[in-house]
């Protein structure tokens, strides 16, 4: 199947198709913050802005890479970003090999004349380094939308799962050092939904990366997804087999901080409300990450967009404010957040 198509079907799928993990969560309902009846703080005076990356965000939001390089996606991009920039957010964008590869497709990638202020990261998909990807596509892929920094996402389960994926991931790390090396932007690795591991991410400090996005399991499963694109009995039950596959995105977050505490982490998988914003914030985050509820509000309007950006920071403000939390910092105090009774 052509990389057209196969974008078309990713967009098609998740707005129409049930694919949530079937039983795994993201490990959040595990945790909660310790509500304060006297929180001697003014509503209206609570800071959730954040720097990450050398910019500020002033909420601490990520709109998460989703698509591009089909015709739709177009108005969806630049519908996210439009939102991105009224409201001072970060965006990724989805992976840009069809721009580095299909000249006709480069426009579906291009908002910053929608949004010139924001946090803008690209993104290729990391294996493409092990198929001729170099430090030169790299920076191709940031200077097609004069981006901030660059996403190499990692999705191995996802590229065994369909036809005409990528199997050989050997040697790679390696590579990812190098781009980090000499790009001369920031690299930010991303996983696609399964998590990141406190012995990958001790690696990729080792490498050079600038942050990490944990991407854990809990909420798309990308599995799935490629389920409802299957062109095979045999892939359809491979992906339905691994439905459940993953580190949770609370204990993917946890081991990453634990074990890279030097560098920002962006929380994403399954988050889906301010409250789940705030929660990730105060087990370490800088940000955090979000994708299927900006999807659903991109194919309508800019409006929808920001109304799903407004409604996360007033949960955000008003849980730190139960919390008695009046900026970052005060909310990773020791105490505000603890593991939930069973």
Known sequence: MDHKARKADHIRINLEEDVQFPRLTTGLERYRLVHQALPELDLAAVDASSPLLGKRLAAPLLISSMTGGVEQAERINRNLAAGAQARGIAMGLGSQRAGLEIAATVSS?????????????????????????????????????????LILHLNPLQEVLQADGDWNWGGLLARIEAVCRGLGAPVVIKEVGWGISASL???LAEAGVAAIDVAGAGGTSWSEVEYHRAPSERLRRLARTF??????TADSLVAVGQAAPHLPTIASGGIRDGIDVAKCLALGASAAGLASPFLKAAVHSVEAVVDVIDALAEELHIAMFCAGAGDLAALREPGRLVRAER
């Open 201 to 203: 991410a001790r690696r």
């Open 109 to 149: 990638f291009q908002v910053r004349r929608d949004a010139p202020d924001i946090l803008l990261l690209a993104n290729l998909g990391a294996v493409q380094l092990s198929r001729g990807y170099g430090v030169e596509h790299c920076r191709r892929a940031v200077e097609m939308i004069e981006a901030d920094a």
């Open 243 to 248: 439905a459940d596959w993953g580190i949770p």
